[in-house]
Protein backbone atom coordinates (compact mmCIF):
# COMPACT_ATOMS: atom_id res chain seq x y z
CA UNK A 1 0.00 0.00 0.00
CA UNK A 2 1.07 3.38 -1.01
CA UNK A 3 3.12 5.21 2.31
CA UNK A 4 1.35 8.71 1.08
CA UNK A 5 -2.28 7.84 0.64
CA UNK A 6 -4.22 10.73 1.36
CA UNK A 7 -5.97 10.61 4.59
CA UNK A 8 -2.61 9.58 6.34
CA UNK A 9 -2.84 13.68 7.03
CA UNK A 10 -5.87 12.68 9.31
CA UNK A 11 -4.50 10.98 12.01
CA UNK A 12 -2.55 12.46 14.47
CA UNK A 13 1.55 11.99 14.52
CA UNK A 14 3.97 13.51 16.25
CA UNK A 15 3.78 16.40 13.77
CA UNK A 16 4.09 18.54 17.52
CA UNK A 17 4.98 21.99 15.24
CA UNK A 18 1.29 21.03 13.44
CA UNK A 19 -0.52 20.13 16.38
CA UNK A 20 0.55 22.94 18.09
CA UNK A 21 -0.55 24.97 15.39
CA UNK A 22 -3.89 23.30 15.62
CA UNK A 23 -4.38 23.68 19.24
CA UNK A 24 -3.73 27.70 18.80
CA UNK A 25 -6.15 27.73 15.98
CA UNK A 26 -8.95 25.70 18.07
CA UNK A 27 -8.64 27.53 21.29
CA UNK A 28 -9.30 31.26 19.14
CA UNK A 29 -12.35 29.66 17.43
CA UNK A 30 -13.94 28.37 20.99
CA UNK A 31 -12.71 32.47 22.16
CA UNK A 32 -16.06 33.46 22.64
CA UNK A 33 -16.94 30.93 24.47
CA UNK A 34 -14.10 30.95 27.03
CA UNK A 35 -14.74 34.51 27.38
CA UNK A 36 -16.93 36.07 29.79
CA UNK A 37 -17.34 39.62 28.73
CA UNK A 38 -20.25 40.17 26.57
CA UNK A 39 -23.18 37.52 27.50
CA UNK A 40 -23.68 34.27 28.65
CA UNK A 41 -24.99 32.96 25.04
CA UNK A 42 -25.60 34.42 21.98
CA UNK A 43 -29.50 35.64 21.28
CA UNK A 44 -29.89 34.06 18.29
CA UNK A 45 -33.16 32.60 18.09
CA UNK A 46 -33.65 28.55 17.88
CA UNK A 47 -34.98 28.96 14.61
CA UNK A 48 -31.93 30.65 13.06
CA UNK A 49 -29.50 28.53 15.13
CA UNK A 50 -31.14 25.38 13.63
CA UNK A 51 -30.90 26.91 10.21
CA UNK A 52 -27.51 27.95 10.67
CA UNK A 53 -26.07 24.37 12.05
CA UNK A 54 -28.46 22.74 9.04
CA UNK A 55 -26.76 24.21 6.22
CA UNK A 56 -23.02 22.84 7.23
CA UNK A 57 -23.02 19.60 4.98
CA UNK A 58 -22.07 16.80 7.62
CA UNK A 59 -19.74 15.13 5.14
CA UNK A 60 -18.56 16.55 1.99
CA UNK A 61 -17.63 14.46 -0.53
CA UNK A 62 -13.73 15.51 -0.71
CA UNK A 63 -13.42 16.66 2.99
CA UNK A 64 -12.86 20.84 3.98
CA UNK A 65 -9.81 21.88 5.07
CA UNK A 66 -9.35 21.92 8.88
CA UNK A 67 -9.13 25.38 8.98
CA UNK A 68 -12.15 25.91 7.12
CA UNK A 69 -13.91 23.61 9.72
CA UNK A 70 -12.49 24.83 12.61
CA UNK A 71 -13.52 28.60 11.50
CA UNK A 72 -16.76 27.38 10.94
CA UNK A 73 -17.59 25.84 14.17
CA UNK A 74 -16.01 28.56 15.99
CA UNK A 75 -18.48 31.47 13.95
CA UNK A 76 -21.45 29.04 13.46
CA UNK A 77 -21.30 26.73 16.92
CA UNK A 78 -18.50 28.02 19.37
CA UNK A 79 -20.47 31.52 19.32
CA UNK A 80 -23.95 30.19 19.71
CA UNK A 81 -23.47 27.70 22.73
CA UNK A 82 -23.15 29.06 26.46
CA UNK A 83 -20.45 30.23 28.32
CA UNK A 84 -20.06 28.14 31.45
CA UNK A 85 -17.58 30.54 33.10
CA UNK A 86 -19.76 33.89 32.76
CA UNK A 87 -21.09 35.01 36.20
CA UNK A 88 -24.41 35.40 34.70
CA UNK A 89 -24.61 31.62 33.74
CA UNK A 90 -26.10 30.25 36.62
CA UNK A 91 -28.99 27.64 36.06
CA UNK A 92 -27.19 24.22 36.62
CA UNK A 93 -24.39 22.34 37.86
CA UNK A 94 -22.68 23.00 34.81
CA UNK A 95 -18.49 23.85 35.41
CA UNK A 96 -16.31 26.47 33.73
CA UNK A 97 -13.30 23.30 33.66
CA UNK A 98 -9.78 23.74 34.73
CA UNK A 99 -6.71 24.08 32.64
CA UNK A 100 -5.08 20.94 33.37
CA UNK A 101 -8.29 18.66 32.72
CA UNK A 102 -8.04 20.07 29.39
CA UNK A 103 -5.38 19.97 27.93
CA UNK A 104 -5.03 16.01 29.29
CA UNK A 105 -8.45 16.04 26.91
CA UNK A 106 -6.38 16.01 24.07
CA UNK A 107 -3.91 13.46 25.11
CA UNK A 108 -6.44 11.21 25.60
CA UNK A 109 -7.87 11.45 22.46
CA UNK A 110 -4.78 11.26 21.03
CA UNK A 111 -3.96 7.89 22.13
CA UNK A 112 -7.58 6.40 22.66
CA UNK A 113 -6.51 4.03 25.61
CA UNK A 114 -9.48 1.65 26.37
CA UNK A 115 -10.58 1.07 29.42
CA UNK A 116 -12.16 -2.02 28.86
CA UNK A 117 -9.37 -4.75 29.11
CA UNK A 118 -5.42 -4.07 29.91
CA UNK A 119 -4.17 -4.64 26.65
CA UNK A 120 -5.81 -1.63 25.22
CA UNK A 121 -4.88 0.56 28.58
CA UNK A 122 -2.09 -0.89 30.53
CA UNK A 123 -0.92 2.29 32.55
CA UNK A 124 -4.48 3.48 32.41
CA UNK A 125 -5.72 0.86 34.42
CA UNK A 126 -3.16 1.56 37.15
CA UNK A 127 -3.59 5.54 36.55
CA UNK A 128 -7.76 4.72 37.12
CA UNK A 129 -7.40 2.30 39.78
CA UNK A 130 -4.89 4.44 41.80
CA UNK A 131 -7.60 7.58 41.32
CA UNK A 132 -10.38 5.14 42.65
CA UNK A 133 -8.38 3.81 45.87
CA UNK A 134 -7.93 7.83 46.48
CA UNK A 135 -11.39 8.96 46.30
CA UNK A 136 -12.53 5.85 48.56
CA UNK A 137 -9.60 6.56 51.53
CA UNK A 138 -10.68 10.15 50.77
CA UNK A 139 -14.51 9.43 51.64
CA UNK A 140 -13.19 7.21 54.31
CA UNK A 141 -13.34 4.07 52.94
CA UNK A 142 -11.43 1.06 54.36
CA UNK A 143 -8.55 -0.07 52.13
CA UNK A 144 -10.15 -1.98 49.67
CA UNK A 145 -12.36 0.54 48.56
CA UNK A 146 -12.26 1.18 45.06
CA UNK A 147 -14.19 2.05 42.30
CA UNK A 148 -15.22 2.66 38.80
CA UNK A 149 -15.27 5.68 36.48
CA UNK A 150 -18.40 6.06 34.41
CA UNK A 151 -19.94 8.51 32.10
CA UNK A 152 -22.40 10.79 34.82
CA UNK A 153 -23.96 10.79 38.00
CA UNK A 154 -27.21 9.33 36.34
CA UNK A 155 -24.90 6.23 35.27
CA UNK A 156 -23.32 6.14 38.48
CA UNK A 157 -26.87 5.92 40.43
CA UNK A 158 -27.99 3.61 37.98
CA UNK A 159 -25.17 1.41 38.21
CA UNK A 160 -25.23 1.77 42.13
CA UNK A 161 -28.90 0.36 42.41
CA UNK A 162 -28.17 -2.32 39.78
CA UNK A 163 -25.26 -3.53 42.64
CA UNK A 164 -27.91 -3.17 45.39
CA UNK A 165 -30.13 -5.17 43.54
CA UNK A 166 -27.85 -8.02 42.96
CA UNK A 167 -26.83 -7.60 46.90
CA UNK A 168 -30.84 -8.44 47.87
CA UNK A 169 -31.32 -11.21 45.44
CA UNK A 170 -27.67 -12.98 46.89
CA UNK A 171 -29.42 -12.48 50.02
CA UNK A 172 -32.15 -14.77 49.05
CA UNK A 173 -29.49 -16.87 47.18
CA UNK A 174 -30.47 -15.91 43.36
CA UNK A 175 -27.66 -15.20 41.28
CA UNK A 176 -29.94 -11.95 39.70
CA UNK A 177 -27.28 -11.35 37.00
CA UNK A 178 -27.91 -15.13 35.78
CA UNK A 179 -31.31 -16.77 36.54
CA UNK A 180 -33.36 -12.63 36.66
CA UNK A 181 -35.21 -11.24 39.50
CA UNK A 182 -36.79 -13.44 41.37
CA UNK A 183 -40.72 -13.59 42.64
CA UNK A 184 -39.44 -11.49 45.76
CA UNK A 185 -38.57 -8.68 44.01
CA UNK A 186 -42.36 -8.04 43.65
CA UNK A 187 -41.63 -6.72 46.88
CA UNK A 188 -38.16 -4.98 46.81
CA UNK A 189 -38.70 -0.59 47.71
CA UNK A 190 -35.66 1.47 47.49
CA UNK A 191 -35.91 4.86 49.37
CA UNK A 192 -35.33 7.86 49.18
CA UNK A 193 -35.84 11.85 49.63
CA UNK A 194 -38.61 13.49 48.21
CA UNK A 195 -35.30 15.66 46.94
CA UNK A 196 -33.48 13.04 45.38
CA UNK A 197 -32.64 13.41 41.84
CA UNK A 198 -35.19 11.37 38.98
CA UNK A 199 -32.16 9.43 38.41
CA UNK A 200 -33.24 7.17 40.98
CA UNK A 201 -36.60 6.42 39.36
CA UNK A 202 -34.77 6.09 36.13
CA UNK A 203 -32.54 3.61 37.78
CA UNK A 204 -35.98 1.41 38.94
CA UNK A 205 -37.55 1.72 35.67
CA UNK A 206 -34.82 0.05 34.03
CA UNK A 207 -33.74 -2.84 36.85
CA UNK A 208 -37.34 -3.79 36.08
CA UNK A 209 -38.45 -3.29 39.87
CA UNK A 210 -40.36 -0.03 38.04
CA UNK A 211 -40.92 3.65 39.58
CA UNK A 212 -43.50 2.38 41.64
CA UNK A 213 -40.68 0.93 43.51
CA UNK A 214 -39.15 3.99 44.52
CA UNK A 215 -40.46 5.24 47.62
CA UNK A 216 -39.98 8.80 48.64
CA UNK A 217 -40.16 10.24 52.07
CA UNK A 218 -40.61 13.49 53.24
CA UNK A 219 -38.18 16.16 53.77
CA UNK A 220 -37.81 18.92 56.53
CA UNK A 221 -38.73 22.65 54.96
CA UNK A 222 -34.73 23.05 54.95
CA UNK A 223 -35.09 20.45 51.97
CA UNK A 224 -33.15 17.15 53.64
CA UNK A 225 -34.76 14.24 54.37
CA UNK A 226 -37.16 14.02 57.31
CA UNK A 227 -35.70 10.70 59.83
CA UNK A 228 -38.76 10.59 61.05
CA UNK A 229 -40.62 10.14 58.18
CA UNK A 230 -38.17 7.60 57.15
CA UNK A 231 -38.83 5.39 60.26
CA UNK A 232 -42.22 5.48 59.29
CA UNK A 233 -42.19 4.60 55.58
CA UNK A 234 -39.60 1.78 57.17
CA UNK A 235 -42.35 0.57 59.74
CA UNK A 236 -45.35 0.40 56.79
CA UNK A 237 -42.93 -1.39 54.82
CA UNK A 238 -42.37 -4.09 57.29
CA UNK A 239 -46.24 -3.97 57.74
CA UNK A 240 -47.15 -4.58 54.40
CA UNK A 241 -44.57 -7.09 53.94
CA UNK A 242 -42.11 -5.10 51.70
CA UNK A 243 -38.77 -4.86 51.87
CA UNK A 244 -36.52 -2.23 51.68
CA UNK A 245 -33.88 -2.76 48.90
CA UNK A 246 -31.83 0.61 49.40
CA UNK A 247 -31.98 3.74 51.26
CA UNK A 248 -30.23 6.37 48.97
CA UNK A 249 -28.86 9.62 50.71
CA UNK A 250 -28.63 12.72 49.02
CA UNK A 251 -25.37 14.65 49.44
CA UNK A 252 -26.46 17.89 48.01
CA UNK A 253 -29.61 17.69 46.27
CA UNK A 254 -30.43 19.28 42.52
CA UNK A 255 -32.02 22.42 43.70
CA UNK A 256 -31.41 22.79 47.53
CA UNK A 257 -27.62 21.96 47.25
CA UNK A 258 -29.13 19.92 50.91
CA UNK A 259 -27.39 17.03 52.15
CA UNK A 260 -29.46 14.28 53.89
CA UNK A 261 -28.64 13.04 57.47
CA UNK A 262 -26.03 10.52 56.57
CA UNK A 263 -25.58 8.94 59.92
CA UNK A 264 -28.81 8.39 60.18
CA UNK A 265 -29.35 6.69 56.87
CA UNK A 266 -26.77 4.48 57.83
CA UNK A 267 -27.95 3.45 60.66
CA UNK A 268 -31.33 2.48 59.59
CA UNK A 269 -29.51 0.76 56.58
CA UNK A 270 -27.59 -1.30 59.17
CA UNK A 271 -30.92 -1.89 60.65
CA UNK A 272 -32.58 -3.15 58.03
CA UNK A 273 -29.66 -5.19 56.64
CA UNK A 274 -30.05 -3.18 53.54
CA UNK A 275 -27.79 -1.13 50.98
CA UNK A 276 -26.87 2.22 52.20
CA UNK A 277 -26.33 4.05 48.34
CA UNK A 278 -25.25 8.03 48.95
CA UNK A 279 -25.54 9.93 45.96
CA UNK A 280 -22.78 12.76 46.22
CA UNK A 281 -23.08 14.01 42.71
CA UNK A 282 -23.29 17.63 44.29
CA UNK A 283 -21.59 17.99 47.58
CA UNK A 284 -18.97 14.95 47.02
CA UNK A 285 -16.27 17.93 46.79
CA UNK A 286 -17.01 18.96 50.08
CA UNK A 287 -14.12 16.24 51.23
CA UNK A 288 -11.73 18.24 49.69
CA UNK A 289 -12.72 21.64 52.20
CA UNK A 290 -11.52 21.14 55.78
CA UNK A 291 -14.67 23.73 56.54
CA UNK A 292 -16.92 21.22 54.97
CA UNK A 293 -16.02 17.76 55.30
CA UNK A 294 -17.56 16.99 58.50
CA UNK A 295 -21.30 17.79 56.51
CA UNK A 296 -20.14 14.58 55.04
CA UNK A 297 -19.79 12.22 58.12
CA UNK A 298 -21.91 8.93 57.50
CA UNK A 299 -21.10 8.59 53.50
CA UNK A 300 -17.69 6.09 54.82
CA UNK A 301 -20.37 3.98 55.93
CA UNK A 302 -22.11 3.89 52.45
CA UNK A 303 -22.29 0.73 50.56
CA UNK A 304 -21.61 2.87 47.22
CA UNK A 305 -20.89 6.72 46.94
CA UNK A 306 -21.61 8.70 43.20
CA UNK A 307 -19.29 11.02 43.03
CA UNK A 308 -19.66 13.89 39.94
CA UNK A 309 -16.27 15.36 38.89
CA UNK A 310 -17.80 17.41 35.92
CA UNK A 311 -19.93 19.41 38.51
CA UNK A 312 -17.45 21.06 41.89
CA UNK A 313 -14.37 19.38 40.57
CA UNK A 314 -14.56 21.28 37.31
CA UNK A 315 -14.03 18.62 34.89
CA UNK A 316 -15.12 18.55 31.14
CA UNK A 317 -17.75 16.19 31.07
CA UNK A 318 -17.73 12.93 30.78
CA UNK A 319 -15.69 12.32 33.89
CA UNK A 320 -17.82 10.83 37.19
CA UNK A 321 -17.46 7.76 39.34
CA UNK A 322 -19.16 4.91 41.13
CA UNK A 323 -17.17 4.29 44.86
CA UNK A 324 -17.81 1.28 46.48
CA UNK A 325 -16.54 -0.41 49.93
CA UNK A 326 -15.08 -3.45 48.07
CA UNK A 327 -14.28 -5.00 44.38
CA UNK A 328 -16.62 -7.71 45.17
CA UNK A 329 -19.74 -5.43 44.54
CA UNK A 330 -18.96 -5.65 41.00
CA UNK A 331 -19.11 -9.33 40.97
CA UNK A 332 -23.02 -9.44 39.31
CA UNK A 333 -21.42 -7.61 36.18
CA UNK A 334 -18.30 -10.04 35.20
CA UNK A 335 -19.30 -11.86 32.11
CA UNK A 336 -16.24 -13.88 30.57
CA UNK A 337 -15.63 -13.25 26.85
CA UNK A 338 -13.24 -15.28 24.62
CA UNK A 339 -12.12 -12.20 23.19
CA UNK A 340 -11.93 -9.88 26.05
CA UNK A 341 -12.39 -10.57 29.59
CA UNK A 342 -10.97 -14.32 29.36
CA UNK A 343 -9.67 -14.82 33.27
CA UNK A 344 -6.61 -16.49 32.23
CA UNK A 345 -4.74 -13.10 32.19
CA UNK A 346 -1.36 -12.40 34.20
CA UNK A 347 -1.23 -11.83 37.87
CA UNK A 348 -2.50 -7.34 37.87
CA UNK A 349 -3.72 -7.81 34.42
CA UNK A 350 -6.84 -6.36 35.18
CA UNK A 351 -9.82 -6.08 33.06
CA UNK A 352 -12.22 -3.06 33.89
CA UNK A 353 -14.50 -4.49 32.00
CA UNK A 354 -15.85 -6.49 34.87
CA UNK A 355 -17.08 -2.77 36.79
CA UNK A 356 -18.72 -1.22 33.96
CA UNK A 357 -21.65 -1.29 32.39
CA UNK A 358 -20.35 -0.04 29.48
CA UNK A 359 -17.56 -2.13 27.22
CA UNK A 360 -15.21 0.84 25.75
CA UNK A 361 -14.46 3.38 27.27
CA UNK A 362 -12.59 6.84 27.78
CA UNK A 363 -9.58 7.07 30.19
CA UNK A 364 -11.72 9.98 31.58
CA UNK A 365 -9.31 9.22 35.39
CA UNK A 366 -6.19 11.22 33.27
CA UNK A 367 -7.57 14.26 33.29
CA UNK A 368 -9.02 14.58 36.67
CA UNK A 369 -5.98 12.63 37.94
CA UNK A 370 -4.22 15.32 36.12
CA UNK A 371 -6.30 18.50 37.37
CA UNK A 372 -6.09 16.99 41.30
CA UNK A 373 -1.99 17.10 41.37
CA UNK A 374 -2.02 20.35 39.64
CA UNK A 375 -4.29 22.47 41.62
CA UNK A 376 -4.09 20.48 44.56
CA UNK A 377 -6.11 19.75 47.57
CA UNK A 378 -5.63 23.32 49.18
CA UNK A 379 -6.97 25.45 45.93
CA UNK A 380 -9.69 23.13 44.99
CA UNK A 381 -10.78 23.35 49.06
CA UNK A 382 -10.85 27.07 48.98
CA UNK A 383 -12.77 26.86 45.21
CA UNK A 384 -15.71 24.77 46.97
CA UNK A 385 -15.73 27.04 49.69
CA UNK A 386 -15.61 30.00 47.85
CA UNK A 387 -18.65 28.42 45.69
CA UNK A 388 -21.05 28.09 49.25
CA UNK A 389 -19.96 31.38 50.17
CA UNK A 390 -21.22 32.51 46.75
CA UNK A 391 -24.54 31.27 47.34
CA UNK A 392 -25.15 32.35 50.95
CA UNK A 393 -23.97 36.08 49.46
CA UNK A 394 -26.55 35.52 47.31
CA UNK A 395 -29.21 34.31 49.93
CA UNK A 396 -28.50 36.93 52.39
CA UNK A 397 -28.86 39.88 49.65
CA UNK A 398 -32.31 38.01 48.63
CA UNK A 399 -33.74 37.86 52.13
CA UNK A 400 -33.21 41.58 52.26
CA UNK A 401 -34.51 42.62 48.67
CA UNK A 402 -38.31 43.42 48.69
CA UNK A 403 -40.04 41.95 45.67
CA UNK A 404 -38.16 37.92 46.00
CA UNK A 405 -38.13 35.64 48.77
CA UNK A 406 -36.15 33.17 49.73
CA UNK A 407 -37.26 29.51 49.89
CA UNK A 408 -34.73 28.18 52.02
CA UNK A 409 -31.10 29.61 52.97
CA UNK A 410 -28.21 28.34 50.84
CA UNK A 411 -26.07 25.82 52.53
CA UNK A 412 -24.82 24.64 49.09
CA UNK A 413 -23.90 26.31 46.13
CA UNK A 414 -27.35 27.23 44.96
CA UNK A 415 -29.47 30.09 45.87
CA UNK A 416 -33.84 29.02 44.99
CA UNK A 417 -35.86 32.14 45.42
CA UNK A 418 -39.56 33.53 44.18
CA UNK A 419 -41.07 36.84 43.74
CA UNK A 420 -44.14 37.16 45.86
CA UNK A 421 -47.19 38.63 43.70
CA UNK A 422 -46.11 37.01 41.00
CA UNK A 423 -47.49 33.77 39.50
CA UNK A 424 -44.92 30.83 38.00
CA UNK A 425 -45.72 31.89 34.82
CA UNK A 426 -44.18 35.36 35.29
CA UNK A 427 -41.17 33.17 36.91
CA UNK A 428 -41.43 31.22 33.25
CA UNK A 429 -41.47 34.63 31.24
CA UNK A 430 -38.65 35.94 33.18
CA UNK A 431 -35.88 32.83 32.85
CA UNK A 432 -37.56 32.27 29.25
CA UNK A 433 -36.85 36.03 28.04
CA UNK A 434 -33.23 36.47 29.89
CA UNK A 435 -32.49 33.05 28.46
CA UNK A 436 -33.82 33.95 25.08
CA UNK A 437 -32.11 37.14 24.57
CA UNK A 438 -28.70 35.92 25.93
CA UNK A 439 -28.63 38.06 29.20
CA UNK A 440 -28.51 35.39 31.53
CA UNK A 441 -28.98 31.24 31.48
CA UNK A 442 -31.20 31.18 34.94
CA UNK A 443 -32.50 28.18 36.65
CA UNK A 444 -35.98 27.43 37.36
CA UNK A 445 -37.53 25.05 39.25
CA UNK A 446 -39.93 24.03 41.83
CA UNK A 447 -39.86 22.77 45.38
CA UNK A 448 -43.17 21.20 47.26
CA UNK A 449 -45.38 22.69 44.32
CA UNK A 450 -43.69 26.11 44.52
CA UNK A 451 -42.04 27.76 41.34
CA UNK A 452 -39.11 29.36 41.90
CA UNK A 453 -35.84 30.64 40.38
CA UNK A 454 -32.48 29.38 41.27
CA UNK A 455 -29.09 30.11 40.89
CA UNK A 456 -26.40 27.67 40.70
CA UNK A 457 -22.91 29.23 41.20
CA UNK A 458 -19.85 26.59 39.80
CA UNK A 459 -17.57 29.66 39.32
CA UNK A 460 -15.66 30.76 42.54
CA UNK A 461 -14.33 33.67 40.41
CA UNK A 462 -17.40 35.40 39.86
CA UNK A 463 -17.93 38.43 42.71
CA UNK A 464 -20.60 39.68 45.05
CA UNK A 465 -20.72 42.55 42.06
CA UNK A 466 -21.71 39.62 39.72
CA UNK A 467 -24.81 38.52 41.93
CA UNK A 468 -25.79 42.12 42.73
CA UNK A 469 -26.51 42.75 38.88
CA UNK A 470 -28.25 39.28 38.68
CA UNK A 471 -30.66 40.09 41.33
CA UNK A 472 -31.31 44.27 39.29
CA UNK A 473 -31.49 42.41 35.92
CA UNK A 474 -34.22 39.92 37.36
CA UNK A 475 -35.96 42.67 39.43
CA UNK A 476 -36.19 44.34 36.52
CA UNK A 477 -37.44 41.78 34.23
CA UNK A 478 -39.83 40.92 36.56
CA UNK A 479 -41.33 44.42 36.00
CA UNK A 480 -41.23 44.19 32.14
CA UNK A 481 -42.98 40.40 32.09
CA UNK A 482 -45.66 42.10 34.66
CA UNK A 483 -46.64 44.68 31.98
C1 LIG B 1 -27.99 15.00 42.94
C2 LIG B 1 -27.74 14.64 41.52
N1 LIG B 1 -27.51 13.37 41.21
C3 LIG B 1 -27.30 12.99 39.94
C4 LIG B 1 -27.31 13.90 38.92
C5 LIG B 1 -27.11 13.45 37.52
O1 LIG B 1 -25.82 13.76 37.10
P1 LIG B 1 -25.38 13.71 35.57
O2 LIG B 1 -26.00 14.90 34.94
O3 LIG B 1 -23.91 13.75 35.65
O4 LIG B 1 -25.90 12.43 35.00
C6 LIG B 1 -27.53 15.24 39.20
C7 LIG B 1 -27.57 16.23 38.12
O5 LIG B 1 -27.70 17.39 38.33
C8 LIG B 1 -27.77 15.63 40.53
O6 LIG B 1 -28.02 16.89 40.86
Not at 130 to 158: C, I, Q, R, Y
Not at 308 to 335: G, I, M, T, Y
Not at 423 to 444: F, I, P, T
Request: aromatic residues 4%; proline residues 4%.
Amino acid sequence: MSTDAPWQQFFVSTDLAGLEQLNVATLQTVESLLSTGDAPRSSLLPADLHAAVGRLEVCPEDGAALAQVLDEFGSIVWANGVVPGDPRCVAHLHPPTLLPAVVTELAIAATNQSMDSWDQAPAATEVELHLMSWLAAALGFGPDGTGVMTSGGTASNVLGMTLARAAAANRLGVDVGKSGLPPESRTWRILCSDQAHFSIQRAAAQLGLGRDAVVTVSTTPAGAMDLDALDEKLAALGHDGLVPLAIVGTAGTTDLGVIDPLEGLAERAEQHGTWFHVDAAVAGSFILSTKLAARLTGIERANSVTIDFHKLWWQPFNASALVVASEDAFDLLRVRSAYLDRGDELEGMVNLVGRSLDTSRRFDAAKVMASLRTVGRKNLGAMVERCVALASYAGELIARTSGLDLVAVPTGVMCVFDAPGHSAEDLRRVQQHLLACGEMVLGRTEIHGRAALKFTFMNPSTTEVAIDGLVEKILETLVLVAN
